[in-house]
């Protein structure tokens, strides 16, 4: 799957630009749209499913395009919202049942199989004959998860799909994702959680307030964060004026004051280290610069 974005651009009705001319190519695989709330995340994604028009702009999904063929996209089509919610009263196979025949499944024997091996993929087989709507917070994400994919959908869109989830579910939906990302088809995830990105993505893109700031693989944006991420031991005082000065990354406490990590020229503080930098402090680094330029 090969999907273009060409020139994409969001004006709400109040004037409010989401997306400024925004330019994508996203392949087979995983990958992360990465941006703050506010930065253009579920605009662009809405726009992708159909759920919205551009104000300028188009894309396309291999030979697809999203003005004039959006009967087929939706046909190849998974989204999972960011406010996934269902208030059926339907058993926890039954939903999927559901799911699998507006996926255009029809036979009855087919749809069972593929219910039963997304119960077991997501982990949900012992719960099955629960009601859908009693499943804990992390049982109804993963349902969602198994929703959305049951069709065997070739563009796959999530959005924010980690939220309220705990570490543990956390892995376990990133693992379901990598997983289906060997297949052709593209996965797009969109986070403002570095974490969910990191050990699975091959590419990303950074939003910031409408505008990409950054596109290409996570390797590439962390090369370009190499030094400007420093490492400083400061006693309480210092802080307070590191912390006006500088983005402040990560800060430890020790017996003496603070290990802080922070993003910016760290050569005019005395003791100051400079350290290889990781994805967050590059995503940090990338907005403190974009903010920069506003
Ligand atoms: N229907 C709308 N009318 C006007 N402005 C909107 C509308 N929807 C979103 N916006 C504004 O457009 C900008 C981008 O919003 P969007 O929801 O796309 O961002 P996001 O990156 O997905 O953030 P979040 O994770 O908080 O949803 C924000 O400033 C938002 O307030």
């Not at 995340?41 to 697809?64: C, D, H, Q, W, Y």
């Not at 799911?99 to 069972?112: N, P, V, W």
């Not at 590439?220 to 802080?239: D, F, M, N, P, R």
Request: glycine content about 8%; proline content about 3%.
């Amino acid at each position: 799957m090969q999907i273009n974005i060409n020139d994409l651009s969001k004006i709400y009705p109040n004037g409010k630009k989401a997306l400024n001319n925004i330019n994508l190519e996203i392949g087979n695989g995983m990958f992360g749209l990465l941006g703050p709330n506010g930065a253009g995340k579920s605009s662009l994604m809405r726009i992708l499913v159909t759920l919205m028009e551009p104000s300028t702009g188009t894309a396309s999904f291999n030979s697809f395009d999203l003005h004039r063929d959006r009967k087929e996209i939706r046909s190849i089509l998974g989204y999972l919202p960011q406010d996934f919610r269902f208030f059926s009263k339907l058993k926890t196979w039954e939903f999927l049942d559901y799911a699998a025949s507006l996926a255009g499944i029809r036979s009855k024997q087919m749809r069972k199989n593929k219910v039963d091996e997304w119960l077991e993929k997501v982990g949900l087989f012992d719960v099955r004959e629960r009601d859908a709507n009693k499943l804990s917070g992390g049982m109804k994400r993963r349902l969602g998860i198994a929703q959305t994919l049951i069709g065997d959908p070739k563009i796959i869109i999530v959005d924010e799909p980690t939220t309220g989830l705990d570490p543990e579910e956390r892995i376990r939906f990133r693992n379901i994702l990598s997983e289906i990302s060997q297949q052709d088809v593209s996965i797009i995830l969109s986070t403002h959680i570095v974490g969910d990105i990191s050990s699975v993505c091959n590419n990303l893109a950074l939003l910031n307030n409408g505008e990409l700031a950054f596109k290409g693989t996570p390797e590439a944006l962390i090369e370009k964060a190499k030094g400007h991420v420093w490492q400083v031991s400061t006693s309480g005082y210092e802080y307070d004026l590191i912390k006006d000065k500088y983005a402040v990354v990560s800060t430890i406490p020790t017996q003496e004051g603070w290990d802080v990590q922070l993003i910016g020229d760290g050569s005019q503080l005395s003791n100051a280290i400079e350290i290889e930098p990781n994805l967050e402090h590059a995503y940090v680094y990338f907005m403190e610069k974009a903010s920069e330029t506003i």
